[in-house]
């Protein structure tokens, strides 16, 4: 009589049972993990979370000899080698943190092929002495892990990703596996061409986080509204709040823990040390917040963090995309939550003007800006938005603010052309330039100080905008700088004219504008 023992499994799925204690593959990793032991090349698009590392440790496993992988993140190469130990996988690292001897251990053990998985930096494999080292043993195939770092267009560009093209010509006979969770088709596109993958089997698994609740809030006090969050929704929760300034970081992990929270904070400026304890301690303990610059989370596998907060605006969709993509691998519901202000607007088209590099890399980041922009100010569902940018489709949610509190849409154009031409006058009949708060402070017709003293109330268009608040007429300068219908520039974001603007400004140019809901759903504290 057959019992389950008896009936074949395949290599692969004895392997994944026996090694890693998993009863079976997910979505796509069975049809890879078989790809890649056929000795197949492969391109893996998954998202974070979706399980890209047992596609080559499995077949690493079962395929002769060693898996070398390809990895930029050498300050979790360790934790990686310690999980793999501790499943009895015979794993070993080179990278620069090791001395010599050390060194020299991992590459006896590779030569003598007692290694199953070895991770390199990919500055080592530019290395002829790596190269020739590589030539004394035997590969099992080679994984190119975070592979979109050999996209220019990307924000991770790695030049040494670059030479990973010549790994085929090298050793032809080796599978190569290139895995990322970045999933633009541009990157997509640059990965197969840059990395020589035209023939390779492509795996793209669905972006879409079912579990995850996309919400982006108006930023009023971030750090208020924040705390809110917590008290209400997340009490006791794990989670990743991620600021843009290490400053910022310092200030709200001091405030949440000024009200009871337990928060740590985390950034490049920390001794390692203390880098180091924070990250273990998010890892074990329980319902701890980490407060942190992206500096923080590439690899980080924690299974429950409950909600991941922004309290600054990304600079991509593709960094927001994978920086709230570490809330809830574990598949239970959770938050993702960002709180998106004018000033992230102007701040960031700031550092895009005063960054280095050339145009076509401003622009660039300009673009991925817009997109980000357009993710923010969508009325539509945020998750079909965020699968159409990468390139895949869905119907709306039900699961995100926009689709729980549908934002009305209003015709704004009325609004934008009084604004405009206050911008206009400022420039023309005064040769002024002022950020948006002096401009509203006309619109609604304040006698400030500055105004007085500026004679901002002779002005045409003084007092005009009443039939709009303060914030409102921020939320237009928002929508209107989002559209590229208005830009900044300068330390004190004055407002200026684009092109477009003469479009609206001559009426040949309606503008659509978003309406903020009152309040946000699932959270009990008002925050408008
Ligand atoms: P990624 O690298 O794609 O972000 P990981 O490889 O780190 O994802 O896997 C995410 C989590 O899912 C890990 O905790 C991993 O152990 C778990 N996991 C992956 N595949 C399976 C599977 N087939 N069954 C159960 N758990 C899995
Ligand atoms: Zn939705």
């Known amino acids: 009589m057959a019992s389950a023992e008896t009936i074949p499994v395949s290599d692969a799925l004895q392997t994944l049972r026996r090694v890693f204690g998993y009863d079976s593959f997910r979505g ?48 979790l190469m360790q934790d990686q080698v310690d999980a793999l130990l501790a499943v009895g996988v015979r794993a070993g690292f ?18 003598a092929g007692e290694l199953d998985l070895l991770y390199l930096a990919p500055e080592r494999l530019s290395m002829e002495s790596t190269r020739s080292l590589l030539d004394r043993g035997k590969v099992a195939l080679f994984a190119i892990d975070e592979a979109h770092c050999v996209s220019q267009w990307g924000h991770d560009f790695r030049p040494d990703y670059l030479g990973l093209s010549e790994l085929h010509e090298r050793w032809p006979d080796v599978p190569r596996i290139a895995l990322t969770a970045t999933a633009t088709k541009a990157t997509h596109a640059e990965i197969v061409s840059r990395l020589n993958l035209r023939e390779a089997g492509q795996f793209v698994a669905s972006f879409d986080r079912p579990n995850i609740q996309y919400r982006i809030a108006p930023k009023a006090e971030p750090k208020k509204q924040l705390l809110d969050l917590i008290r209400t929704e997340h009490p006791g929760d794990a989670g990743i709040v991620y600021c843009l300034s290490r400053n910022s970081v310092e200030k709200t992990a001091e405030f949440l823990v000024a009200n009871g929270i337990s928060a740590v904070p985390y950034h490049a400026g920390l001794d390692t040390r203390t880098r180091a304890r924070n990250q273990s301690r998010f890892l074990r303990e329980e319902g701890l917040v980490v407060v942190a610059t992206i500096a923080f989370g590439m690899g980080i596998d924690k299974p429950d963090v409950r909600f991941v907060a922004h309290l600054d605006l990304p600079k991509s969709v593709e960094g927001y995309y994978q920086e709230t993509g570490r809330a809830g691998r574990d598949g239970l519901p959770s938050t993702a939550w960002l709180a998106y202000g004018l000033q992230d607007v102007v701040q960031q088209r700031r550092m895009i003007q005063t960054s280095e590099g050339d145009d076509a890399h401003r622009r660039r980041l300009s673009q991925h800006l817009d997109a980000m922009l357009a993710l923010c100010e969508t009325v539509e569902c945020r998750r079909v938005q965020l699968l159409n940018y990468f390139g895949q489709s869905g119907s709306p949610c039900g699961n995100c603010d926009t689709c729980l509190t549908p934002p009305e849409s209003w015709d704004g154009t009325i609004a934008a052309q009084k604004l405009l031409s206050a911008v206009y006058r400022l420039q023309h009949e005064r040769g002024q330039k002022f950020g948006a708060g002096q401009v509203i402070d006309i619109l609604l017709g304040k006698q400030t100080p500055k105004v007085t003293q500026n004679r901002h109330d002779q002005l045409t268009v003084f007092g005009v905008g009443t039939e709009l608040s303060g914030t409102e007429w921020r939320g237009v300068v928002r929508q209107l700088l989002a559209q590229g219908l208005l830009a900044v520039e300068g330390d004190y974001g004055t407002l200026l004219l684009t092109e477009a603007s003469g479009e609206v400004l001559g009426r040949k140019r309606e503008v659509r504008m978003r309406r903020e809901p009152k309040r946000e759903r699932g959270s009990r504290a008002a925050t408008a």
């Open 94 to 111: 080179l990278n620069s943190t090791q001395d010599f001897e050390q060194r020299r251990e991992v590459e006896a053990a590779f030569v």
């Open 28 to 75: 796509e990793q069975e049809a890879i993990v078989e790809h890649v032991i056929g000795g197949g090349d492969a391109v893996v698009l998954m998202p974070t979370g979706g399980g890209k590392s047992l596609c080559y440790q499995v077949p690493s496993l079962v395929r002769e000899g060693t898996g070398v992988v390809v990895s930029p993140l050498i300050a």
